[in-house]
């Protein structure tokens, strides 16, 4: 829409965003060898936090899972959800699901399941009544186990927001209308790094050849100045460069064209270098308080300074490309469109991509954070900053609300992964 933990076990459903052949691969085998730049790609999902949670550490160890088995009737709100809502955006999960190969493993551990698991269940939800609260809680309890997930014995967590940002551009460029989007370059490289050392599936490396050597790629502020220049990368101009970054930050968007229509941005790619939080940044210098950074805040900071912004932004070397999308749904790294309000980014190296999720948290509008936020989602995306066993970014949509939910959302919660019961 969202860089890399120690620990990766890869991904059920791997990413949509483009990756190179492995002939290609096979020749840079010598160079990653002796130690080439490890740049760390994410899985996929271009989301991306503007300032770590406010509780974030450095991890003392390895970040660990340990599912406990629940039931039901334990979940803390679980009479009082419209599981409909949840039921449609697992719906939107079942034609990716649907051409997986059954036999897949859901994830690296048992409990996780089979694809061919969900591919069932995908069938049978297809028959529910929506209209029917009741019987679509038989459905998801009769079908699904749920487990609690902890990271490190924790069962506590950050839970973020992300959105679909609005910002004015146009085809041409001219005096208004001044900074690129640029969609993805042909000469980055992607390399698996599992294709080399299977135990760290779900990591990459990108950058370009130079002399038959691989080195990183263009970053931030040699793409500002003008390294893409002339390869014809431009999608179309934005006439601001602070909603631009923002753009970048959210990792899709849609774009107000002169004309009055829209067209809407999607995630193509990134340059490979390790995302920076300009918030951080910002708490660091001594301009900002931490408990003030907001997406609100530090927007309205880089408007009223748009020389020191622009040595912000370039601080973060992470660069983002998209390309144009004709779907009318934005869609997450699964494949899969996005479900205002129950769609969640997880880390796919310890939640399968697909699976229902039962959310416990509270309602960013709340500056008490007193007001339950307990729902059904559903894990479909991935993000650079979501990383960890109990961590999520929930999408909000598009418009005002949305934007002022994703851009407050910072709360503590938890929440139990529904996997596939056993056929008996």
Known sequence: MTPSPAIRTGPSLPPTAPTDSARRAGRLVSALVFGLLALALAACGAIERLVPPSDEREPEAP????LSEEEFKNLPGWQADILADGLQAFLQSCPVIAKRPAGESLGYRPEHGTMGDLQAICRDAAKINTDSNVEIRFFFESRFRPFLVRGNSRETGIFTGYYEPLLRGSWQRDNRYVYPVYTRPLDIIVVELDKFDPDRRGEQLAGRLVDNKLVPYYDRREIEAGALTGQRLELLFAENPVDLYFLHVQGSGRVLLPDGSFVRLAFSGRNG????SIGRK????GIMPLKDVTLFSLR??????????QNLMQANRSYIFFRVEKDDAVKGAMGAP??????LAVDPNFVPLGVPIWLITTDPLDPKNKTPLR????????????????RGDLFWGFGEQAESRAGLMNEAGAYYVLLPKKPL
């Not at 270098?273 to 920076?276: A, L, N």
């Not at 309205?300 to 912004?309: D, F, S, T, V």
């Not at 996005?338 to 769609?343: A, E, V, Y």
Request: proline share 9%.
């Open 63 to 66: 970040p660990s899972l340990t």
């Open 273 to 276: 270098h390790r995302y920076t």
């Open 282 to 285: 910002l708490v660091a210098q």
């Open 300 to 309: 309205n900071w880089m408007r009223e300074n748009p020389l020191a912004a």
């Open 338 to 343: 996005l479900t205002p309000g129950r769609s």
């Open 375 to 390: 729902r059904l989602v559903v894990a479909q995306d991935t993000g650079s900053a979501i990383k960890g066993p109990v």
